[in-house]
């Protein structure tokens, strides 16, 4: 059992930087692919980032990528979303998961482990 701890979300305007972590505990080391995905009010959860931890590899969006970087301290079994250029339209709950499969998953059904989410508003 994998529980995961979003931070980090809060109102911000067009144009900042927001940075979110998120805390993994329980069985970890498993936790081949820890990723991110953000809902907006009445649409589908959508993938935004992720990184394996075997070889690093990491996969984006095309809406973020260039300004949203994963990264992951090993070591803290903690994984971050640095948001830059943030737009009106990145406003959801992001979420965080994790998964131990070693390919990297772009859908919901593909990662065991959630966390309860953290809201980040941009306003224009």
């Known amino acids: 059992q994998v529980q995961l701890v979003e931070s980090g979300g809060r109102l911000v305007q067009a144009g900042d930087s927001l940075k979110l972590s998120c805390l993994a505990s329980?069985?970890?080391?498993?936790?081949?692919?820890m990723g991110w995905f953000r809902q907006a009010p009445g649409k589908e959860r959508l993938f935004v980032a992720a990184?394996?931890?075997?070889?690093?590899?990491?996969a984006y969006a095309d809406s973020v990528k260039g300004r949203f970087a994963i990264s992951r301290d090993f070591a803290r079994s903690t994984v971050f979303l640095q948001m830059n250029s943030l737009k009106p339209e990145d406003t959801s709950v992001y979420y965080c998961?994790?998964?131990?499969?070693?390919?990297?998953?772009?859908?919901?059904?593909?990662?065991?482990?959630w966390g309860q989410g953290t809201q980040v508003t941009v306003s224009s």
């Open positions: 998961a994790a998964t131990t499969r070693i390919q990297i998953p772009t859908i919901v059904e593909g990662y065991e482990s």
């Open positions: 329980g069985r970890t080391s498993t936790n081949y692919v």
């Open positions: 990184m394996n931890s075997i070889n690093h590899n990491t």
